[in-house]
């Protein structure tokens, strides 16, 4: 059964920064590409970031680019997101998604980012 | 970017009877290899969202088949035969044809 387990949020202060982290099991994690998407409290779901399985091809939304790193370690079966300069509207649960056919096949629990003074 | 269109945004429906949710986006969703990257989710209340469709009609493993797809191009639908209680929740389409991939609003469906 697919695993996906993230971790590493929190409260953490505007401007601040925070690594993110979705550890994989019961699966060949480097064959798979993966995604974060965000959910803001009470709000819809958007995508932030995307990686290919051999990391090699990223895409990140506007709204995070410049910001936001997304990186893996297929050693580790571990997907990860480095987030900097972070703003209040970045507060959201960051979900780790593997795909699966198509993207979003399989999804984590969440990890909740808050950022706020 | 694209923008996803759905409609109804909440839903109120009777067990046993059907629901049909509209999902339109604002440029055709059909890739350059021929295939339409248009999804559907399922979000319970307090869970991760979970797919339920791919590729506009194609069921996941284990989805019940009470759960349909269709549409083309850029007007999408989904279908709920017969409403179950496990039912209840949000709902949202998905394009990943073209970057930025984008959800739509969400269509939240409750038990009358």
């Known amino acids: 059964q697919v695993q996906l387990v993230e971790s590493g949020g929190g409260l953490v202060m505007p401007g601040g920064s925070l690594r993110i982290s979705c550890v994989t099991s019961?699966?060949?994690?480097?064959?798979?590409?993966m995604s974060w998407i965000r959910q803001a409290p009470g709000k819809g779901l958007e995508w932030v970031s995307h990686?290919?399985?051999?990391?090699?091809?990223?895409l990140y939304a506007d709204s995070v680019k410049g910001r936001f790193t997304i990186s893996r370690d297929n050693a580790k079966n571990s997907l990860y997101l480095q987030m900097n300069s972070l703003r209040g509207e970045d507060t959201a649960v960051y979900y780790c998604?593997?795909?699966?056919?198509?993207?979003?096949?399989?999804w984590g629990q969440g990890t909740l980012v808050t950022v706020s003074s | 970017d694209l923008v996803m269109t759905q409609s109804p945004l909440s839903l109120s429906v009777t067990l046993g009877q059907p629901a049909s949710i509209s999902c339109r986006s604002s440029q055709s969703l059909v890739y350059s290899d021929g295939n339409t990257y248009l999804h559907w989710f399922q979000q319970r209340p307090g869970q991760s969202p979970r797919r339920l469709i791919y590729k506009v009609s194609n069921r996941d493993s284990g989805v019940p088949d009470r759960f349909s797809g269709s549409g083309s191009g850029t007007d999408f639908t989904l279908k709920i035969s017969r409403v179950e209680a496990e039912d209840v929740g949000v709902y949202y389409c998905?394009?990943?044809?073209?970057?930025?991939?984008?959800f739509g609003q969400g269509t939240k469906v409750e038990i009358k």
């Open positions: 019961e699966f060949t994690f480097s064959d798979h590409s």
């Open positions: 990686i290919s399985s051999g990391g090699d091809i990223t």
């Open positions: 998604a593997r795909d699966n056919i198509v993207v979003a096949g399989f």
């Open positions: 998905m394009q990943h044809t073209h970057w930025p991939w984008t």
